[in-house]
C-alpha cells in the first residue's frame, strides 16, 4: 500500500457529483448559438472592457482587499451601505462563504427541487446534509420549505427568481419564509436573476435590512455580461457579513475584476438597455411558443422554460435545434426531463429559435 491511499477526503467531499455547465459547442458546427448558460447576448459594457484593458498591464500588483471602490460604486447604485456588502469570486463564491461559515458535519441545509444545482455541492463541501424540498408546479413552496426545518437545519438556499423555472415568489411569500424561519437558520435569497425582474425589485436588500439572518446575492455574470470575469456580491446585516469576510481570500478578486465590475455598475444605460432588450423579446419567445402549442411559464429571469409532453420530446427539439447550430439547456438533471431551457438571445436568435421549434412542432404534428 503506498501513502497516498491513506490520505482521506473529509466527510461528504467524495458524495459530491461534480457540476456540469451547459454545452458551448455542437461537433461540426462552426457558428453556434449559445443559449445554454443565461448569458448576456449584448456583452458587457463598453466601460467595463475598457476598464479591463486599462487595468490588465498591472496584473504584476496585488489587488486591494477590500474591493472598497466596487462596494462604494454598488452601494451608491443601489442606495446601500457599502460596509454590509461583501465581494466574491461569481456569487458562487459568497454562496460558498454562507455555506462554509454557517454549516458543517450533522447540519441540514434546504434547499428546493427546481434549486440551483450548487447549493447541494456547497452542503456537501461543508460536510452538511442538503434537503431537498418539493417545489408546487414549478414554484417556491414555503410551507413545504417550513415543515422541512429541523433543530439540525442552518441554511435555506433559494433562488429568486428561479433557474430554470423563471418563476418568481411573490414578496408575501417571501416574507412568510422568512418570518416562519427561526433566528438560528440563514435564508440565503440568492437573486442571480433579480435584475430582469424589474427595476422595483428591491425585496432582497429589504429583508436583509429587516432580518439578521438573512444573506442577499447578486450577480456581475448575468445582466452585467461578465460571467467570464467572476464577480459576484452579498448584501446582508454587518454581523453576517464580519463573519464571512473570515474566510475570504484577501485577494480573491483581481485588479481587472475590479475595475470591469465597477465600471459596469456605473453604466445604468448599458444596464438599461439589457434588460429593456430582454423583457422585449422573452416577451415575444414566450408568445411565439405558446402559439407554436409549447408550454411555458411567464418568466422574470432572461430564459424560458419550454415544456413538452414528454421527455423524448424534448430530447428530440433540443436535436432539431442543435441540428441548427443552437445549443440550449436539458434540465433533466434539475427534475425538469421535458423541458428545455431556453436563454434569451438576440433578435436573430430568438427568431431562429421560434423557427425551428415551429419547424420541429409541425413535423410532428405530422408524424
Ligand atoms: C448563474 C447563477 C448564479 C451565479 O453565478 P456566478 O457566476 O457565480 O455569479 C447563482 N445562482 C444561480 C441560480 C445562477 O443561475
Known amino acids: 500500500m503506498t501513502d497516498t491511499l491513506?490520505?482521506?477526503?473529509q466527510p461528504g467531499i467524495m458524495d459530491i457529483a461534480r457540476y456540469v455547465g451547459g454545452a458551448a459547442q455542437i461537433a461540426g458546427h462552426e457558428h453556434v448559438v449559445k443559449l445554454s448558460s443565461n448569458e448576456n447576448p449584448y456583452g458587457p459594457s463598453e466601460k467595463a472592457r475598457e476598464a479591463a484593458a486599462r487595468t490588465a498591464?498591472?496584473?504584476?500588483?496585488?489587488?486591494?482587499?477590500?474591493?472598497?471602490s466596487l462596494r462604494a460604486a454598488i452601494a451608491e447604485v443601489h442606495g446601500l451601505d457599502p460596509d454590509r456588502?461583501?465581494?466574491?469570486?461569481g456569487s458562487d463564491e459568497v454562496l460558498q462563504f454562507a455555506a462554509q461559515c454557517f454549516a458543517g458535519p450533522g447540519d441540514e441545509v434546504i434547499m428546493?427541487?427546481?434549486?440551483?444545482?450548487m447549493y447541494p455541492i456547497l452542503a456537501r463541501a461543508a460536510g452538511a446534509l442538503p434537503v431537498i424540498v418539493a417545489e408546487i408546479e414549478r414554484?417556491?413552496?414555503?410551507?413545504a420549505i417550513l415543515n422541512a426545518v429541523t433543530d439540525r437545519t442552518r441554511i435555506v438556499f433559494l433562488t429568486n427568481p428561479g433557474n430554470p423555472t423563471g418563476t418568481l415568489l411573490t414578496e408575501a411569500e417571501v416574507r412568510r419564509l422568512a418570518e416562519g424561519l427561526p433566528g438560528n437558520v440563514l435564508l440565503v435569497h440568492d437573486g442571480a436573476y433579480t435584475e430582469f425582474a424589474g427595476d422595483d425589485f428591491r425585496l432582497d436588500f429589504a429583508l436583509a435590512d429587516e432580518f439578521p439572518n438573512v444573506l442577499s446575492t447578486r450577480t456581475f455574470s448575468k445582466i452585467y455580461g461578465l460571467g467570464g470575469l467572476r464577480i459576484g456580491w452579498g448584501y446582508a446585516q454587518r454581523d453576517l457579513i464580519d463573519v464571512m469576510n473570515r474566510v475570504r481570500q484577501p485577494f480573491n478578486l483581481s485588479v481587472v475584476q475590479l475595475a470591469a465590475a465597477e465600471a459596469a455598475m456605473r453604466d445604468r444605460d448599458h444596464f438599461t438597455r439589457c434588460?429593456?432588450?430582454?423583457?422585449?423579446?422573452?416577451h415575444w419567445l414566450r408568445k411565439a411558443l405558446l402559439d407554436l402549442g409549447v408550454e411555458c411559464d411567464e418568466s422574470h429571469t432572461n430564459f424560458l422554460l419550454a415544456r413538452f409532453r414528454d421527455e423524448a420530446t424534448a430530447n428530440a427539439c433540443d436535436e432539431a435545434l442543435k441540428a441548427d447550430g443552437l445549443i440550449v439547456?436539458?434540465?433533466?438533471g434539475y427534475g425538469l426531463p421535458n423541458c428545455l431551457r431556453i436563454t434569451i438571445g438576440d433578435e436573430p436568435s430568438c427568431r431562429r429559435v421560434a423557427d425551428v421549434?415551429?419547424?420541429f412542432m409541425t413535423e410532428r404534428a405530422q408524424a
Open 357 to 359: 421549434i415551429g419547424r
Open 112 to 117: 428546493t427541487e427546481h434549486g440551483f444545482s
Open 6 to 9: 491513506r490520505i482521506q477526503p
Open 275 to 282: 434588460q429593456t432588450e430582454n423583457a422585449k423579446w422573452r
Open 85 to 89: 456588502i461583501i465581494c466574491g469570486v
Open 57 to 68: 498591464p498591472q496584473m504584476h500588483r496585488y489587488p486591494n482587499t477590500d474591493h472598497a
Open 329 to 332: 439547456r436539458k434540465v433533466a
Open 139 to 143: 414554484r417556491v413552496d414555503v410551507d
